[in-house]
């Protein structure tokens, strides 16, 4: 790909991540942190993220590595087909349930919180169709309405915060470690699965007008700690320990109790807002990478190959699925399935690039 053809400034890139992984490390990852951490949830996030300094070395290397290039066509131009396909479909695969259950999980809230009545199958149809075109647009369209979005996102964000201050009591974080190490190993496990999506940057960075640096991921690391600990403090000095961990959506419910002043409530029209944001630009930046992956020129094929791939998350979103029976699957397998996948590609990925770098010097 040639300069001109790339098109994405580094300020729509760091929106579209934060829309995208927050839209999972703020909320579809907070009620399973609470499940399994409770009152020492935050405490495991923290420890998670001492790890994130490897991480970030190991994504910059790679970027290093490739120049800059698309990973897909690198590791055909560098190994052959053969290992491009043995890398690039465990990381397809993984990326497809990522946005198999955001979609459910999306359609599920939706039904929940403010459209009970909406049959799920129109609302299925219709994000399909939302996301489907966007991702026949280009990745340009996705970042660009990620650059418009984030910033009103990230200031409701703040403005929960600062609106539920009377309502917090932060004695009820402490005391720490009441029932031992293993609730906190249990929720830093899962909030390093959120932190391995650092690696999707690494999937469109042919795309980028500019090199991604060491100072790009720290920023976009220290962001994504941020808004994976900030609604878990939120819950837990609002609800307490145990009523949180029994919330199915905890974020959306610290927007249902906040008022402005005597006069202004039920603002939680602004969660709705958000969360539609993330959903939006993750579920078309996730379905536009899987094509991308496979190198895909044809128009009709990229067409066909989406269609395909967006039936499915229609048909998943209708199975007689329970919201507990999502976050078990996340629990127990999504998280680990990241964690190996990316973790193995990514060591593997460095390990080719050392070697190769050898074989040429």
Known sequence: MNKTERTIGLYNALFMMLLSSGLYNHVILTPLLLKAGGRDAWIGVLMASLLIPLLILIFWFISKSTNGMSISSWLIQKFGKGIHYLLIIP?????????????????????????????????ALFLALLCYSTCLLGIRNIAYTAGILGPLVIILGFGIMLTNIPNKNYTYVWPSFENGMIPVWHSAFLTLGGLMELFLVLLFQQHLLKRIRLIHLAILSVFLIGITIGPLLGAISVFGPEEASKQIYPAFELWRIATIGKYISHIDFFAIFQWLSGAFVRISLL???????????????????????????????????????????ITNYYTILIVIVFGGATVLLTALTIFKRKSEG
Do not use: H, R
């Not at 695969?93 to 129109?122: E, H, Q």
């Open 287 to 329: 379905g536009f990478l899987a094509m991308d992956l496979f190198n895909i020129q044809s128009k009709k094929v990229k067409a066909y190959f989406l269609a395909v791939v967006y039936l499915i998350f229609i048909a998943f979103a209708m199975l007689p699925i329970n919201q507990e029976i999502i976050l078990s699957l």
């Open 91 to 123: 990381i397809a695969a993984c990326i497809f349930i990522m946005n198999c259950v955001t979609f459910k999980d999306t359609i599920s809230w939706s039904i929940a919180s403010y459209l009970p009545y909406t049959p799920p199958l129109a609302l």
